[in-house]
């Protein structure tokens, strides 16, 4: 599943972790560090405090997030590129865009409330962070590929 490479990985969902280093590895690349944060209202680290570490991290030069609607964890991570705190590539992916808001997803934070936390709140501020926003998992791994070989 795991394989040393240039990619680091921060995930919500614990299995979709695995199968991202997975796709990762599969396509030639691999991973430096991989971190599942869990989609709970409170966590031990955020996508927004790990941006920068791996910022710091010379073996680094891309990250993907594998995020899920509920929270406002991707729309925080969005805010730390604009910022200019983390300035590497990042592939990422959404998971829940095509629920009902209201509806719940998988765990119990997904709950969209408010107009946060949304899909599309979440793709939009990544997108306006200049991110890589994927439509579908599968496409992660050829977006990375593509961004540090291309």
Do not use: C
Not at 16 to 37: E, F, K, N, P, Y
Not at 60 to 66: L, S
Not at 111 to 132: D, P, Q
């Amino acid at each position: 599943m795991f394989k040393l490479g240039p990619v680091g990985l921060i995930s919500r969902s614990g299995g979709q972790t695995t199968t991202a280093a997975w796709s990762i590895t599969q396509s030639g690349l691999g991973i430096t560090t991989a971190i599942h944060v869990g989609s709970e209202p409170v966590v031990g680290s955020t996508f927004a405090e790990l941006l920068p570490l791996f910022q710091d991290d010379t073996e680094t030069r891309a990250v993907v997030i594998f995020g899920e609607i509920g929270t406002v964890a991707e729309e925080e991570a969005a805010e730390v590129i604009k910022q200019g705190r983390f300035n590497k590539p990042v592939v990422a992916y959404v998971a829940g865009r095509s629920l009902p808001a209201g509806m719940r997803f998988s765990h119990a934070s997904a709950i969209i409330e408010r107009g946060r936390g949304t899909a599309e709140s979440k793709v939009k501020a990544l997108e306006e962070a200049n991110a890589h926003v994927v439509d579908r998992p599968q496409e992660i791994a050829a977006r990375v590929v593509r961004i540090l070989k291309g």
